[in-house]
């Protein structure tokens, strides 16, 4: 017969709003506006509370904070059963979460629950007596929207009997979308549904022989649906309840103290309520927020977690971007993510979890393993603008040639047609979803389990009633439907590497797992960008200088360097970074990178005093860990009165002053706006020079300059009218920079109107619509004296202008960008351009701890996607013997792609920040020209030089190299205090993928080198340190740490 699935589905919906036996509405409420953490500091504060009529009475946001009570005492009709309540607020046209009202339930001063849109139920007590007197809290947040809201609630006797027969029924119901009609299960299904159907008496509901029929229907459906119809294990759907929470995004971090609170309050009571629910949540910052204001909450997640039903788990203390974020940033977000979750809960975390960041570096696969980090899962790769990741479970190889498992949940949306690859990480545990991710999955030859992690996400919430409801009855699985089990992520992936270790159809990926999508997380909010790279490698010179400084009496400052450390790592978070959160995170992150620098400038200042004896020298130190030459600043205030006076007006002149170490080497100086320049050459690793300042014969003019060229020892440049570069000469190689008829620092404004995401895109079209920045208002030399020449270019464009000073130095070919903008202009990007005359199919770009290649063409759709890619301090184009290296202070959006060299400098999106980068901007980015490849060319160096100033001080700092490396391929990123305090860890990495022996300088006092992982646990055997001299042989692209004893 036909329809008889839709006669189901008409009787389950009945069934439905039978569930609900008696309910009376709560309309007399009191409320105040404002944030209290229990209703009883409500109830400390001063403002009185005022009446809140449900029926005629809305609040509203944006941003508002509003707390109400009402004093609910149990009817006769209600008492001696269970009592739930139900929140139905008045909502907006959307049914997005993050859009609408979000409330912490209390009884009796207790949390109860988070209650939103998807969860609107709470179980208040298991048989209600007559007449008790229940106090109801909702500590209630509107939203950023500016949007009105009424309160409805009621109080309601549910009926489990007839709520149990309708799941019953609708679950198998929710698997036909999947099952084509002719399908056999289906038909099977369909059949014994009606029969259950039949059995249901709904004449008088809510009567004995309604009650009898209820548990006729459910027992026939037991046993030939569940029972003879159950048992089927050929896929299994490994299901884990979670709640994806951004650490900001379309709300402030504020606001995610009490997304954490209100998400974890409901997993708690619907453990209470299902005894077979697993959960699993990853980033300890949500943890530490808890902890922070709901001790009490934080105490039920720890006996959660004791009781094996709740899984900490993911590595990292936030979910960070992994394009953007250093390195040594990325360790201590393991270090401090892994530390936590041992310390507070004895947990070893074993997997990245990262369902939502934009790409993942090729250096990640090492950083893992390195940190005890053995299996990696994502759902993002599954948003690829145009090219699908080929396999959901395969061997990941990062760039050293570290492997972790890797698997990609492949959970679809309900309706989702699997022709459209795209995953989620908001997954529901519905029949619907979880076929649809058996059937998206790609590795079905050597794996019939996948994962699904369902809940509400993004701005939190977790899974519901209906979705364990679900649960109970998938676990019988049922034949044509996967067989759902509830477990833990970890044993997941444990049981996923037995069965396919070994096996020759486990694929593999090599390199980075780039992500079409998103391209303008590499640019948009460049200040947040700045803020951080100047953090992160100040954060290195703080802990070195403070090592230093140790050694002199003065203590380090374990707990200071924590705070700060852990505030940059929070600011990492996925949606902060990249720039893809609204105005008022920035506005936020603005005074914490502030006060973060002020800590660490005043921690600095300390240890400079401590090393510095007073005297008339100037010293300079090198943190960096290689040697160095750097342009120095020394201020007037450091200068000698009477050498001030024998010294000129400032002027384009030499001064006459030369600085000298002491070891005879004399450099010249000249003065500047903001007092004098020197470069100090051969600055040692991690050491410094003492020198002094004497008076001698001005130094020769390096430079030929005219109106429209510079001249150096090295290079000939030559710009047009409008500043733009026609031609840079390499002297040394008798050869042309610039591409024929190409224009140097060309600067280009492309129309940038995203498809979608606005802050989050740059589409591929972008190109077709730009402008060439041509306007000069100022163009001359303002300095020019044996250390640099400067020209200064000033331009206005459309409501925006730049202001450029480009340095020119005469022993090196590298030219400084030294830039102010302030960028005024909606939806449009900026971008400096340099066409080069160097041929390569492929072009290098640093990432944390190395570099990858990529492709200069667009052979395939692959390299097509690509159009726009992330490095760190450089990226380089080299053929054979010569090469072009483009390096940058604080940008990290880069194109590469037919002989032209791109920088993206600014994306000016409106979506969720409508004033993003509508501000000024300070960069500086350098192009340079090179002998040989990027190795022989220093490329390295000159890009650590650009980002990395030395200290200048007034007195002696006299401080021999700390520590050295005899091969240029070796770089020494960190030297710190150990996290044990036992002694100091120091951490290199080789950056040219060439395995090397090498020779590491260190201390006298230092004897022996202990191997550690990167968090700083011992392992293997030691090395000796003889005479300072330690020999060490270091892998292609292999991070080492040890521990100096």
Not at 450 to 476: C, H, N, Q
Request: glycine share 6%.
């Amino acid at each position: 017969m036909r329809y008889l699935d839709k006669r189901a589905d008409v009787i389950c919906r009945e069934l439905k709003q039978l569930s609900v036996k008696k309910a009376v509405p709560i309309e007399s409420w009191e409320y105040k506006k404002g944030f209290w953490l229990f209703p009883s500091k409500a109830d400390e504060d001063a403002m009185p509370w005022e009446p809140f009529d449900s029926k005629t009475m809305h609040w509203y946001g944006p941003d508002a904070h509003c707390f109400f009570r009402a004093k609910a005492r149990v009817p006769k009709e209600l008492a001696g059963q269970p009592l739930w309540l139900l929140i139905a607020p008045e909502l907006g046209m959307t049914k997005d979460s993050t859009k609408n009202p979000q409330f912490l339930l209390f009884l009796n001063d207790s949390a109860v629950q988070g209650m939103d849109i998807n969860h609107r139920e709470a179980k208040l007590c298991e048989e209600a007596m007559e007449g008790e007197e229940l106090q109801i809290g909702l500590q209630a947040y509107s939203g950023l929207d500016f949007t009105e809201f009424r309160l409805e609630a009621e109080l309601f006797v549910p009926d489990l009997e007839t709520a149990a027969l309708y799941y019953d029924i609708w679950v198998p119901l929710q698997a036909f979308g999947r099952m084509d009609k002719e399908n056999q299960d289906r038909i099977q299904m369909t059949a014994i549904l009606n029969e259950a159907v039949n059995l249901i008496d709904l004449r008088e509901p809510y009567s004995e022989a309604y009650y009898e029929s209820v548990r006729q229907a459910r027992g026939y459906l037991a046993e030939e649906l569940y029972e003879k119809r159950g048992g089927y294990e050929e896929v299994i759907a490994s299901c884990i309840g979670h709640t994806h929470i951004d650490v900001a995004w379309l709300w402030t971090v504020e606001q995610t103290r009490e997304k954490a609170a209100r998400s974890f309050s409901t997993v708690l009571k619907l453990m209470e309520e299902y005894p077979d629910y697993k959960f699993m949540s990853s980033q300890p910052q949500l943890y530490v927020f808890v902890k922070e204001r709901y001790p009490q909450v934080y105490q039920e997640i720890c006996k959660r977690i004791k009781e094996g039903r709740w899984e900490p788990e993911g590595g990292m203390w936030v979910e960070a971007d992994c394009n953007l974020t250093s390195g040594e940033s990325l360790i201590r977000q393991f270090l401090y993510g892994k530390r936590f979750f041992k310390e507070e809960f004895g947990v070893d975390n074993k997997i990245l979890w990262l369902p939502d960041v934009f790409g993942y570096s090729g250096a990640l696969p090492q950083i893992m393993r390195g940190c005890g980090i053995e299996y990696f899962m994502t759902t993002k790769l599954s948003w690829n603008q145009i090219n699908q990741i080929p396999n959901d479970t395969m061997i990941w190889r990062g760039i050293d040639g570290s492997e972790v498992l890797t698997h990609m949940i492949t959970t679809v949306d309900i309706g989702q047609n699997i022709k459209n690859f795209f995953t989620t990480y908001n997954g529901r545990l519905h029949p619907d979803s979880i076929m649809g991710g058996w059937e998206r999955y790609q590795n079905k030859e050597i794996n019939n389990d996948i994962l699904v992690a369902y809940g509400f996400g993004d701005g939190g919430g977790g899974p519901t009633r209906e979705m364990l409801e679900t649960s109970k009855r998938m676990e019988k699985g049922l034949k044509g439907i996967p067989k759902v089990r509830q477990v833990f992520s970890r044993t997941y992936f444990e049981e996923l590497r037995e069965r396919v270790e070994g096996s020759k159809r486990l694929p593999v990926w090599e390199g980075e797992f780039y992500f079409e999508y998103h391209r303008g997380t590499y640019t948009s909010m460049g200040r947040n960008k700045r803020a951080n790279r100047k953090c992160e490698l100040k954060l290195m010179d703080l802990e070195l200088l403070r090592v230093l400084a140790s050694k002199k009496g003065l203590s380090y400052p374990v707990e200071k360097l924590e705070q700060i450390w852990k505030k940059v790592l929070l600011n990492q978070f996925h949606d902060i970074l990249p720039g893809s959160s609204i105005r008022q995170v920035y506005d936020v992150t603005r005074t914490e990178y502030e006060e973060l620098f002020a800590a660490m400038e005043e921690l600095t200042t300390e240890a400079l005093k401590t090393l510095t004896e007073d005297s008339e020298n100037i010293s300079v130190l090198n943190t960096i860990g290689m040697e160095t030459d750097a342009v120095i600043l020394i201020k007037e205030e450091m200068l000698e009165p009477q050498l001030l006076k024998e010294v000129s007006e400032p002027s384009k002149e030499p001064s006459g002053l030369w600085l000298s170490d002491e070891e005879g080497n004399c450099f010249p100086m000249q003065r500047t706006r903001e007092g004098f320049l020197a470069k100090v050459k051969g600055l040692p690793s991690m050491g410094s020079r003492v020198c002094h300042v004497t008076l001698g014969k001005q130094a020769k003019n390096p430079f030929i300059l005219t109106p429209r060229s510079v001249e150096t020892p090295l290079y000939r440049a030559v710009w047009d009218d409008q500043g733009n570069f026609v031609s840079i000469y390499d002297k040394r190689e008798e050869r042309e920079v610039l591409a024929k008829g190409g224009r140097g620092n060309l600067l280009r404004m492309y129309e940038d109107k995203p498809m979608a995401h606005n802050n989050w895109d740059i589409d591929v079209y972008y190109s077709e619509k730009s402008w060439d920045i041509t306007q000069v208002e100022e163009m001359d030399f303002v300095e020019e004296g044996p250390v640099r020449a400067t020209l200064l270019i000033k331009r206005s464009f459309s409501r925006s202008s730049i202001c450029q000073r480009i340095h020119f130095y005469p022993d090196t070919m590298r030219i400084d960008f030294e830039t102010v903008l302030d960028w005024k202009d909606n939806q449009h990007l900026l971008k400096a351009c340099f066409p080069v005359d160097v041929h390569s199919t492929q072009a290098a770009f640093e990432i944390q701890f190395g570099n990858v290649k990529r492709n200069t063409h667009t052979n395939t759709s692959w390299e097509e996607a690509q159009f726009e890619t992330c490095a760190h301090k450089w990226a380089d184009l080299s053929e054979g013997n010569y090469g072009v290296s483009l390096l940058n202070d604080c940008k990290y959006g880069h194109s590469i792609k037919n002989g032209e060299m791109t920088l993206t400098l600014v994306k000016s999106g409106n979506h969720p920040n409508p004033q993003a980068d509508r501000e000024v901007h300070y960069f500086t980015y350098a192009l340079y020209p090179h002998q040989g490849d990027l190795v022989k060319g220093d490329t390295v160096r000159e890009a650590e030089q650009l980002n990395r100033a030395p200290y200048v001080v007034k007195g002696t700092l006299a401080l021999p190299s700390f520590c050295s490396v005899d091969c240029k391929n070796i770089r020494i990123e960190t030297i710190k205090r150990a996290e044990d305090g036992k002694g100091l860890i120091l951490r290199l990495y080789e950056n040219q993928n060439a395995r090397t022996r090498a020779v590491l300088s260190l201390p006298p006092q230092i004897t022996r080198l202990i191997p550690c992982n990167l968090l700083e646990e011992e392992k293997g055997e030691a090395i000796p340190v003889r005479e300072g001299r330690a020999e060490i042989v270091v892998k292609p692209f292999e991070i080492q740490t040890y521990r100096l004893q």
